[in-house]
């Protein structure tokens, strides 16, 4: 799961209106390439790939030879994708938008879209929000003051689960609610607040549902900013915050949270980024990956209990992880620094930092990985550049089995070339020149100029490549190492010695 959170929130005051936007789409025609390469999300039902990007829902029901990317014009196409939940025909989709203020870029929820159908139709629900009047919630015998969520700025559903009848969604600023009707009506569920480990709908309290204080609540409350729901084969349903994990198993009338601080054997991080279950013969593992928060002792880490929660343990200590998916007793997680592979709790691990595609010559060349999910011994994941996937050998994942998905615009002719993205920021993007060749065997010789039109760079030197669109990545710098300045660069592209076609960047660091 991709996770970018603000540990701060600012809340304003706007007002909702929560209708039912009935939308209805005809599909659209499959594409041999996913819509982005910025892969946050990965839902596996069967044989359908749900690909949660930047740019819409993807869906692959053969293997990645074909990607459903667009739904129809009011569908979740196009908008950038936090959450998927399936549940056998039903498809839910939470999404987001971003809004620039002052120099600074809020994230904005964006509400929901669902399907019943297996896709055939969609309706659209807005952000969950309150208005000012819901000041208060009631929970068993009492009613708690309650922070009214009135905007939908940092107010993310960063999550989805289908449990007992509801569909829970954990928002940043909204906190964990719930529903029965695919978003039209929402419930806001209560859960502890900082200073308590446990809660009964059957006891009294008088403390305030609030992720901040403010005019209305005086508390502010980390457990009150939700990041992740997990339900755990229906039968128990997790909630991670930034204050650690909470557990029900009664749907919500009592509640058990579990922090760094409350505990002999705790999780590394209150944190939590991500939950997640591993059956094996016998053991039944809870997996959460669990981030430093605001304790000096708190470690980045995958964090694992086989009792429930009562005990964990730590793995991959000093790695930012975003998820994790299982083949047996083989782990994956996601992280910023790679994707990691375990088959013996952490003691010996297999890191993943690029992955290349000997069959298309394409490559991801960012470390980060954000998500990750299994089909028997095929696992998929997801980065900042491109969708892979690869079969597990049960020693390692076969290399020659890797397949890399990634978006470009094909060229088909040789005489046409471009560079993208561009503009170019070198320490946030991978670059590359986009080209085609059109025989097997043709040298390839490519450099960089400044704007006087001297080289710079010379990304290939009569290099080998064969049919078909080609990528050549250039990192920003010259021949020499140093990072180039701001301003227009050319490129040109020659194949086999003939007469070289051009581009332009720009770089804007």
């Known amino acids: 799961m991709k996770m970018r959170c603000f540990i701060c929130i600012t809340f304003l005051v706007a007002n909702a209106n929560a209708q039912l936007l009935k939308e209805t789409y005809k599909l659209g025609g499959s594409s041999s390439l996913p819509s982005s390469n910025s892969v946050s999300q990965i839902v596996i039902e069967g044989s359908k790939v749900f690909l949660g990007t930047d740019k819409g829902l993807n869906l692959t029901t053969d293997g990645g030879k074909t990607f459903q990317t667009n739904f129809g014009q009011n569908s979740p196409t196009g908008i950038s994708v936090n959450a998927v939940a399936v549940k056998g025909d039903t498809i839910v989709v939470a999404v987001s938008t971003t809004l620039d203020q002052s120099g600074t870029t809020y994230p904005v929820g964006k509400g929901l879209y669902a399907s019943t159908d297996n896709g055939a139709t969609w309706t659209s ?29 940092n107010n993310i559903s960063y999550d989805l689960a289908f449990h007992k009848g509801f569909l829970y969604t954990s928002n940043f600023a909204g906190g964990l609610r719930r529903s029965t009707d695919l978003g039209k009506t929402w419930e806001r569920v209560v859960i502890p607040p900082d200073y308590l480990d446990f809660i009964s709908a059957d006891s009294s309290y008088t ?57 002999a054997n705790p999780i590394s991080g209150n944190f939590v ?13 809870i997996w959460a990956a669990t981030v430093n928060a605001e304790a000096s002792d708190e470690v980045p880490a ?97 290399p020659a089995s890797w397949q890399v998905f990634r978006a470009f615009v094909p060229v088909a002719a040789t ?9 170019f920021s070198p320490h946030l993007d991978v670059g590359r020149i986009h080209y085609s060749v059109n025989k ?27 049919t078909g669109e080609q990528d050549e990545p250039w990192n920003g710098t010259d021949d020499g190492g140093k990072n180039v300045d701001n301003g227009v660069y050319f490129y040109s592209v020659a194949l086999d010695g003939g007469n070289p076609i051009w581009g332009k960047i720009l770089v804007v660091r």
Request: hydrophobic letters at 35%; aromatic letters at 12%.
């Open 125 to 153: 629900q807005p952000q969950s929000l309150d208005s000012l009047r819901d000041s208060t919630v009631v929970f068993g015998i009492d009613t708690l003051k309650a922070l009214p969520v009135t905007t939908a700025v």
């Open 302 to 398: 995958l964090s694992y209990s086989a009792d429930g929660g009562l005990d964990w343990k730590q793995i991959l200590s000093g790695h930012f992880f975003h998820g994790m998916a299982f083949y047996g007793d083989i782990v994956y997680g996601v992280s910023d620094d790679g994707l990691f592979r375990t088959s013996d709790y952490g003691h010996s691990s297999q890191v993943i930092t690029n992955v290349y595609d000997s069959r298309t010559g394409q490559s991801t060349l960012s470390p980060a990985f954000y998500a990750a999910a299994t089909s028997g011994d095929t696992l998929w994941a997801g980065s900042s550049d491109g969708t892979v996937n690869g079969v597990d050998d049960g020693v390692e994942i076969d």
């Open 273 to 285: 980024v991500s939950i997640n279950s591993q059956g094996l013969s016998g053991v039944h593992h």
């Open 415 to 423: 005489h046409t070339t471009y560079f993208y993205p561009n503009p």
């Open 207 to 263: 403390f305030q549902l609030s992720p901040v204080s403010g005019n209305i609540t005086s508390e502010s409350n980390l457990n009150h900013r939700v990041f992740s729901v997990f339900s755990d084969g229906d039968s128990v349903l997790y909630v991670g915050t930034a204050d650690g994990i909470n557990k029900s198993t009664d749907n919500g009338h009592t509640w058990y949270k579990f922090d760094h601080q409350n505990q």
């Open 440 to 466: 097997s065997q043709s040298t390839v010789t490519i450099r960089v100029y400044d704007f006087a039109m001297h080289v710079i760079s010379t990304v290939l030197q009569n290099a080998t490549r064969t």
